[in-house]
């Protein structure tokens, strides 16, 4: 049984650890947070110890679920490399490109595997729309999207996420997940256009609307919307293809629609909610994962390559809107 640790105890670790304490092949032994009495809810759940500095969890663990601000991983991520634990970071990898080599080499040093956790690969949605791409049913992808607006300000968000320095803004909070669901579904990116607005006067360096073209290498283009301003809630995703189209509002389902057919198909899916355990599905889905490429030590489905060109991806969007200019990458 792997012994792990959990550095964290916010709202993407509180997922994590439910997820967690229902996989038979792992222990948590050990929860570490500044804020100590969040870290000490979640332990007393495990019998787990827990834990103000999660370097007293260095050489204790056999692996780690790094669930912290974006500007901590590349630091703690390193860290347990070294001390030869296997290692799960949520998104996005780091701030920059040469702290996630730094990430992705000391991981391949020790000989241990780096998941980066781009969940949205593990949701009922997308896993149907992937299934219909790969099978052919829409015929060549020739144009795939994602999109994710809502209404909000900068100063909702919490205090670390509010700062450039330590978040990176939200497109690379957020909209990571589009763009990896655009590469999974449809293809690489090869070429990026952004166009990114900072329109909250108290934070300046703040993106709130983060807009993107994309050419993708087989030729189909791609676009991804995320927004805080819009008066309107909206999470999808879809593929248009030379066939059908296909595209999920979430909610557990999925459409599709056939090149010269009226009618649209609504076909059902599980939710990502198990409420009887409490539990995300497809969370518990990617960490299980892990744990099977552990066992078999195999590359991860996601490993810290996939999550360094998500991360190449926002930042390229960024520049290209600084520049006005077509990038590619």
């Known amino acids: 049984m792997l012994r792990v640790g959990l550095i964290g105890a916010g709202g993407i670790a509180r997922e994590h650890f439910a ?18 009495d969040q870290a000490q809810a979640l332990a007393s759940q495990a019998g787990a110890s827990v834990h103000a500095d999660y370097r007293e969890l260095l050489g204790k663990v056999d692996a780690v679920w790094i669930c912290t601000p974006t500007y901590l991983h590349a630091e703690q991520a390193i860290a347990f490399a070294e001390a030869k634990a296997h290692i799960f970071c949520e998104k996005p990898i780091a701030l920059g490109l040469a702290a996630a080599d730094q990430m992705i080499s000391a991981a391949r040093r020790a000989g241990v595997h780096l998941m980066v956790g781009h969940v949205i690969r593990y949701y009922p949605e997308t896993i149907y729309l992937k299934q219909l791409v790969d099978s052919g049913e829409l015929g060549e992808p020739v144009f795939a999207f994602g999109r994710r607006v809502s209404a909000s300000s900068v100063g909702q968000h919490g205090e670390w996420r509010r700062d450039f320095n330590l978040s990176g803004g939200f497109a690379l909070d957020s909209a990571i997940h589009e763009v990896d669901t ?9 070429t990026v256009y952004g166009r990114v607005q900072h329109d909250d006067p108290e934070y300046p360096e703040i993106d709130t609307d983060f807009r993107t073209l994309f050419t993708l290498r087989n030729g189909a283009t791609a676009a991804v919307d995320f927004s805080i301003r819009v008066a309107m809630r909206e999470w999808s995703w879809g593929v248009v293809g030379r066939k059908a189209t296909a ?13 010269g057919e009226r ?3 609504v076909i059902g899916v599980d939710s990502v909610a198990e409420p009887i355990r409490r539990i995300n599905r497809s969370m518990l889905a990617e960490n299980e994962a892990f744990i099977d490429a552990i066992e078999a030590d195999r590359p991860p489905p996601i490993p810290g390559e996939e999550g360094r060109r998500n991360l ?3 930042l390229a969007a960024h ?3 600084r520049e006005q200019r077509l990038l590619a990458i």
């Open 247 to 259: 595209l999920s509002p979430r909610r557990g389902e999925v459409r599709v629609a056939r090149v």
């Open 182 to 190: 655009v590469r999974w579904l449809a293809g690489e990116i090869t």
């Open 312 to 314: 190449e991806v926002i």
């Open 319 to 321: 520049q290209s809107s």
């Open 19 to 36: 997820c967690l304490l229902h996989m038979s092949r792992v222990r948590v032994v050990g929860v570490a947070d500044p804020l100590v």
């Open 263 to 265: 009618e649209e198909r």
